[in-house]
């Protein structure tokens, strides 16, 4: 059994029409994936909300996560602050995110990052919720702000895990696991796979960041729950253990870290 811990199943990437998050869904289950933290983030709260709706329907198996990611940290006003914090306190939300900072992109003035990621690790911390962490680009504003902020009160994942090892030595230390995603797959990605072979099998889980970063062999497809199959492998492959026990180790990292047991239905 596998738990994807981050995926985007917004109707902006899986329409109704198309079958919508229920196909992907039975998909993923086909596959042995059977537990889901949706992640809704946006330029407003509506794939928020998406995410805790669908969460409500499927409690046995999905886990959502809201925040607001760094891209989009100029939204965040008092008002949508106020929305966000009473929609993460629903009992089916757990956890909040993604929120961090992103260098790469700069979609949001820097500044205006740091202030959104702080407030939400503090958002976070009322709520006694874990935190799903993206960044990009900015190792060191990322590690100050947990630390100055107090994440570690809540602890939490660094999601899409795409920095080095010092990087995840700091992580770890503040109480943070690591996401595995696609990526860890692709050949040019040595400096995440020696994370991937180095860091505590019991500090590690795996999603696929759906609609995108699709793993080796179906890069470049679009990207669904079903495929953390093939990112699993790979980290089982770098770890030299056998793929069962890379499942049951990070289905139980998952269970403990989103405070949630998944149930095949
Ligand atoms: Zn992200
Ligand atoms: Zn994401």
């Not at 794939?47 to 990611?69: M, Q, T």
């Not at 992103?102 to 006694?128: C, E």
């Not at 692709?186 to 995440?192: E, L, N, P, R, W």
Request: charged content about 25%; glycine content about 6%; overall charge negative.
């Amino acid at each position: 059994m596998f738990v994807d811990t981050h995926c985007h199943l917004d109707p902006q990437y899986f329409p109704e029409s198309r079958g919508g998050p229920d196909e992907v869904l039975s998909r993923a289950q086909a596959a042995g994936v059977h537990g889901f933290v949706v992640v809704g983030v946006g330029r407003d709260l509506e794939p928020a909300r998406s995410a805790v709706a669908l969460a409500k329907r499927i409690p046995e198996r999905i886990g959502a996560a809201v925040g607001v990611h760094p891209h989009d940290a100029t939204t965040l006003t008092d008002e949508t602050y106020e929305e966000l914090a009473k929609l993460a306190a629903e009992p089916e939300v757990a956890a909040v995110g993604e929120i961090g900072l992103d260098y790469h992109y700069d979609h949001s003035p820097r500044d205006v990052q740091r202030a959104a990621f702080a407030r939400l690790v503090g958002l976070a911390r009322a709520l006694k919720k874990p935190i799903v962490v993206h960044t990009r680009s900015a190792p060191a504003d990322t590690i100050d702000i947990l630390a100055s902020e107090g994440a570690r009160d809540v602890g939490g994942v660094i999601h899409c895990f795409s920095e080095d090892r010092a990087f995840a030595e700091k992580a770890l230390d503040l109480g943070f696991d690591i996401s595995f995603s696609g990526i860890v797959t692709f050949k040019s990605s040595s400096a995440i796979q020696e994370v991937a072979t180095w860091a505590p099998l019991d500090r590690i889980v795996v999603e696929t960041d759906s609609p995108y970063l699709a793993p080796v062999p179906l890069r470049g497809k679009p990207c669904e729950p079903a495929f953390v199959v093939h990112t699993a492998r790979r980290v089982a492959e770098l770890r030299g253990i056998p793929a069962d026990e890379l499942a049951a180790a990070t289905t139980a990292n998952a269970e403990r870290l989103f405070r949630r047991t998944f149930r095949p239905t």
